[in-house]
């Protein structure tokens, strides 16, 4: 789906990010290795019959953020029948921190042999205007091998929190601005996109409680440390349908079948804060072209696994359609986005110190 320019009009911002509270995977390196998927013949002569010869060895996905949050599982629900499909085991990596931009830049530079994937999401295509100082660019040094998935996000708030509908989160967080706490993945993550249309289509400037993920952030909002956020379905389905969060709206044009009670933002009054979170999975430039069909055919094929689709709608998202999980149609969508945010963030003077 494509957004409107949600930022206009745009009061100027003074500085941004105050720093409350910062929670960090290090407890969560433990897990960076943890295998999503085997393969039908993972030791080192299984290369036979592979006419490249690619894959003969495991595939390592990386992913930005925590483990447990959206992107990691959007990663491991795929990884597993690409692995089966790729006939070698998939790796998933949590490099997370600086709104997703370790990640991708430590995939920038790694080899470009089809063993480290990056699997990212609309931060590739914030990032750039964001950090003045980023280390790689997302359209030169990679090359998409596909779309996965546009996730929608929810507008969610600790149970507790004094609001019982999104017209009462608006007047209660324009009350109280001074003291209310919104999560983050950090500088480039899809929440602090979504925090920032929220917070200017609001004229407020809130504390913001940046984390390696959201995955974290869920948790401590959970657990009453935080009062709102903005998340992928495929983080927040399991704790809205079990009630731990109090959910106010869906961030996109129409309703989420498997949240058919939440309104969208722009039936609920806030029609400022429209955006889906599409994932991608990139390797490094100078991959060659055989590598990447390999990985784009095995992207397709997973698309269309049973289980990814039933997981997947359970979550309130779907997979890609086969024509947009191509290279063509994902270097497409990523020059698009480029090209509607990079203004958009610089003309609202937002950027990373
Ligand atoms: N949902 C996060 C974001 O805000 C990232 C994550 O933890 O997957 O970008």
Not at 90 to 96: E, F, G, H, L, Q
Not at 305 to 330: R, Y
Request: proline share 7%; charged share 20%; glycine share 10%.
């Amino acid at each position: 789906m494509d957004f409107p320019n949600p930022f206009h009009p745009a009061p100027k911002r003074r500085g941004r990010s105050r720093l409350v509270l910062q929670t960090t995977t290090a407890s969560l390196a433990a897990l960076a290795l943890a295998a999503c998927g085997s393969s039908s013949g993972g030791d080192e002569d299984a290369a036979g019959g592979a006419d490249s010869g690619y894959p003969d060895q495991e595939i390592t996905i990386v992913v930005p953020f925590a483990a447990g949050g959206p992107t990691d599982t959007v990663t491991r629900l795929i990884g597993d029948p690409m692995s089966k499909s790729l006939g070698q085991q998939i790796i998933v990596k949590n490099v997370a921190g600086a709104g997703g931009t370790l990640g991708a830049n430590q995939v920038s530079k790694a080899k470009g042999d089809g063993y480290t994937v990056l699997m990212h999401h609309i931060g590739m295509s914030t990032a750039p205007a964001l950090y003045p100082k980023l280390s790689y660019d997302p359209q030169k040094d990679f090359k998409p091998i596909g779309l996965v998935t546009n996730v929608p996000m929810t507008i969610i708030a600790k149970k507790d929190f004094p609001a019982k509908t999104l017209e009462e989160l608006v007047t209660y967080v324009k009350a109280n601005s001074k003291k209310v706490t919104l999560a983050n993945a950090g500088t480039g993550a899809a929440s602090q996109l979504c925090g920032l249309l929220i917070e200017q289509a609001l004229g407020v400037d809130l504390t913001e409680v940046p984390y390696d993920g959201t995955g974290p952030a869920l948790t401590d909002l959970v657990g009453g440390q935080v009062d709102f956020m903005c998340d992928q379905t495929t983080n927040t389905a399991g704790q809205i349908k079990a009630g731990k969060v109090q959910a106010y709206a869906v961030t996109t044009p129409e309703r989420v079948e498997a949240f058919k009670d939440l309104p969208t933002t722009k039936e609920a009054g806030l029609p400022e804060v429209e955006v889906g979170v599409w994932h991608g999975l990139y390797v490094p430039k100078d991959t060659p072209d055989d590598v990447v069909k390999k990985l784009t055919d095995a992207l397709a094929t997973a698309l269309k696994d049973q289980n990814v689709v039933t997981k997947m709608a359970d979550l309130g998202t779907a997979p890609e359609a086969a024509d947009q999980a191509t290279p063509e149609a994902h270097a497409t969508k990523l020059k698009e986005q480029l090209d509607l945010w990079g203004p958009v963030i610089k003309d609202a003077g937002i950027k990373s110190e």
